[in-house]
């Protein structure tokens, strides 16, 4: 009845204490993520803010916010959106409410999430804390052992020297993956498979480490041979409930970095599937997680799992699961930012379900050819796939854009939903193959490859298969 439909929308949008809303969002970003955030406020009516550096003057994503300001006037094209004092200037100079910072960047900089808040601005994302707890690897294992959640064996804390990285590997025998103990990204990480190199590989991990995040501190666990990588998405809010969104399987990679993602994991047992996600949820409630964030897991042969880390962010991924589930994970974060609960959001996990099968590829300007190695240049054409179950998150390719050695190579993420993986993953091969891009070379040979491969197709997935199928490179 009428009264009814009126309670339970005032039930919806009931404010409590704490709730206050957000009238203005700033993405401290650029690009792809930047017009991520911008399209979820303008679907709420949130003024959105953009910030460019004077290399992107010219870039579009500035387009899509109401407002556009230069930041990092004589900096290099990285530190501009790295300027924490400049930023937060931005904001207080034009009335922000809340700032968004996306992934890469400042998103995991817990001093960011703290200084937006020193600002009296509310900050996307976890508390600063928390940032902290999970961007710092040890710490992340501290939680996730006290939480009861299963963690692949390693060292208690951060190694510092190759005596102490050699008798870790005595002790619990090879294989072992080294990791940067506070970076992340591929970068510092190295495996060992023989007792003589465990010195030398750890040195050059840990001066890898030492340049890319300033300390060479590293973080040595077993090495699991054959792996599936699956991840859990969660939504946490203010009040401390916490649900989440199923998983995604970004088992497919290249050198330790996802190429193709899917949502939900396919083959994965429901046995399993109940379990990681029960842990995942753990992990969160134990360390009081709030906003979106997601749990990573390596998945062995025998299908044991083990925690690695956690993203307390959104991440570049993040759309199969809305995909499947519906569920607007962007849109998500600034409710819970504005202090409504999950509940009053209808998101209750009983009421969270997923629906076929969505697989994301990003498109880079990267020439397969040599090595993976960005290519730049002006993009002379431009003509896009489009269709039904294909969603496009473009970062700033049409005809004329200009791809600067600047930043990553991302051109545009394209994403296919449909009732099974085979059908998704054929029209994921048939929107790849529509694209017609000249002026720069892109990886959509290998992608196309890894769509139409047998073993793709039959979900059986695992952290090699790239690496070990070099006819994908043809
Ligand atoms: P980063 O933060 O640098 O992305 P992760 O810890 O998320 O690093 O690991 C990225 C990838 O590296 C994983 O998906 C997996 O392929 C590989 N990896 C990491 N740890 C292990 C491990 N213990 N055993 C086997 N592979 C691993």
Redesign the pocket.
């Known amino acids: 009845s009428r009264i009814r439909t009126f309670n339970i929308i005032k039930n919806k949008y009931a404010t409590d204490a704490e709730y206050k809303p957000i009238r203005s969002v700033l993405v401290a970003n650029r690009c792809e993520i930047a017009i991520r955030v911008f399209r979820a406020c303008n679907e709420m009516g949130i003024r959105s803010v953009a910030i460019y550096s004077e290399q992107d003057t010219m870039q579009m994503y500035r387009q899509k916010a109401d407002e556009s300001y230069l930041v990092g006037k004589g900096l290099s094209p990285v530190e501009a959106y790295l300027n924490i004092p400049e930023i937060i200037q931005v904001c207080k100079e034009n009335n922000i409410d809340a700032v968004h910072p996306g992934y890469g960047f400042l998103s995991e900089r817990s001093d960011f999430a703290q200084a937006v808040i020193d600002a009296g601005i509310r900050f996307i994302g976890p508390s600063p804390k928390v940032v902290q707890q999970m961007g710092d690897?040890v710490a992340a294992r501290q939680a996730a052992i006290a939480a009861q959640v299963p963690i692949?064996p390693?060292t208690d804390g951060p190694v510092h020297t190759k005596e102490e990285a050699l008798q870790f590997c005595q002790q619990y025998g090879l294989p072992v993956?080294f990791?940067?103990a506070y970076?992340?990204?591929?970068?510092g990480?190295r495996?060992v498979k023989r007792m003589r190199d465990v010195t030398e590989s750890f040195e050059r991990a840990s001066s890898e480490a030492k340049a890319a995040f300033g300390n060479g501190a590293m973080f040595i666990?077993?090495?699991?041979?054959r792996?599936r990588?699956i991840e859990v998405q969660l939504l946490g809010d203010k009040a401390g409930n916490v649900v989440h969104l199923y998983e995604r399987d970004?088992?497919v990679?290249r050198r330790?970095?996802?190429v193709v993602e899917i949502a939900p994991a396919p083959r994965l047992d429901p046995e399993t599937r109940d379990k990681m996600t029960e842990y995942a949820v753990k992990l969160a409630r134990h360390v009081g997680y709030e906003s979106a964030g997601t749990v990573?897991f390596?998945c062995d042969e025998n299908g044991d799992f083990?925690f690695?880390?956690v993203n307390p962010r959104l991440q570049l991924e993040h759309t199969v699961t809305e995909e499947v589930t519906r569920v607007d994970l962007v849109q998500s974060q600034i409710r819970i930012a504005e202090g409504m609960t999950l509940p009053q959001m209808g998101l209750t996990q009983d009421k969270i379900s997923t629906q076929g099968f969505a697989i994301q590829c990003c498109v880079t300007s990267e020439d397969p050819a040599n090595d993976f190695q960005p290519d730049f240049g002006r993009i002379e054409v431009f003509r896009s796939a489009e269709g039904m179950g294909i969603r496009l998150d473009s970062a700033s390719a049409y005809d004329g854009a200009v791809i600067s050695p600047h930043y990553d190579s991302l051109l545009v993420k394209v994403i296919a939903h449909a009732a099974d993986l085979q059908s998704a993953a054929s029209k994921m091969a048939r929107a790849l193959k529509e694209f017609k891009i000249l002026g720069v070379k892109t990886n959509i040979p290998l992608l196309t490859n890894v769509l139409e491969n047998p073993r793709f197709l039959n979900g059986v997935l695992d952290?090699y298969f790239i690496d070990e199928n070099p006819q994908l490179f043809n």
């Open positions: 690897k692949v390693g993956i990791k940067a970076g992340g990204g591929g970068r990480m495996v666990e077993k090495f699991i041979e792996p990588h970004c088992s990679q330790h970095q996802k990573e390596l083990f690695i880390e952290t």
